[in-house]
């Protein structure tokens, strides 16, 4: 008993805070467009600067803070259970509806950080372009990019921090052929959720670490694009399957099962209206899900991303993977540099972001596999081709 009074009592303060803070725009409107949400680094110049413009308004406004805060204080109620996936479409959505709230023309981008997996310090998404890279030593302030020097009022008056889980790097993230494993291996809702919270979607969080690995890294805009990557995943395993936009299952935080009927904590809406990302008061599709209805067919061709665009080192940016894999060895000669898994997550971690620890074990696992199956096509593909 005493732990519903508490889990109410939490909801109460999350909506006093947040609401006094920033708006809560209702969603049942039909949609009058379908928009289409897209790789960050595929916007133009023009596009780009126009959503960096949004947000640092939406800064200006103290929104940040308020995403920040109610995040921080419904998040046992929405990880670490199933109301994961449809709660953060929620929010998403508010989020880029007070974006369109001051330029109605712009859209949700995502972070497709499966691109530059084994060398997110070579990603464009976090330098000076997009979203800059690291904190400075110390405090950890975020000094380039779209957030430069970016204050921040929540949970204390700082400023925006970042701090790269090993120091000067992120470590690696994980492949997004170990993303379609998961995808093709889950069968419910729950599995699939739990599997992706806990794998994929922790390891950004805690590789960029300062605000980014706490729960309210919502103050951090780059929360959004990365959540949106998390969600584009989700709708991708949905249009495999039709029944899955209608249908939910697992459990949420009180151990009360999820269903279609069940409410989102904080907003209210009923689970049911977040599964088709193109129904009423949604109005969007990802660039590259693929899809039967009822997603709109999008004109983007499908990311067919090999695994080993990245540039090694961050040095070499060709395109030619291949002219990465060939360094010099002490001994003159070369060889194939392996990629490096992410590593295990710290259980302390893990428990107090409410994320399942034995998951996370398993889905190391999963992850190690999969990067020695790439490592193992590397190391073909280079002695066919040094033949
Ligand atoms: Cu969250």
Partial sequence: MLKYICIIAVVIIGEVVAKSVFPTPRLDTACSKIVVRRDVTTLGPAELDRFFRVVREMHRRGWMDGFGSMHDHISHQVHGND?????????????????QDIDPDVVLPYWNWGTFWQNP???PVLSAAYFGSNGRPGDGCVLDG???R??????????LTRKFRYGTSTGSFWPMRAVRDVMNSAKTHAQFRSRIENGAHGIVHLGLGGDFETMWAPVDVLFFLH???IDKIWAEWQSRDLQRFRSVDGYDAARQ??????????????VSTTLATNGPGYCYVYDDVPGPAPFVKSTHKRDEMPEFAAPLNGTDTSSDSFVNMRVANSKGGSSIVDFTPPQPMDPKWLKSMHYDVKEAARMQHLVDNVVA???AERREVGSTKSK
Avoid: K, T
């Fill in 146 to 148: 779209a957030e430069a």
């Fill in 150 to 159: 970016w204050g921040r009022n929540y949970p204390s008056r700082n400023c």
């Fill in 373 to 375: 199956q790439i490592n």
């Fill in 227 to 229: 959540h949106a990557m």
């Fill in 257 to 270: 099962p999820v269903m279609a009927s069940s409410l989102l904590p904080f907003y209210g809406d009923e």
């Fill in 121 to 123: 310090l070579a990603d």
């Fill in 83 to 99: 109301q994961f996936f449809a709660w953060h479409r929620r929010f998403l959505r508010h989020f880029e509806v007070l974006m």
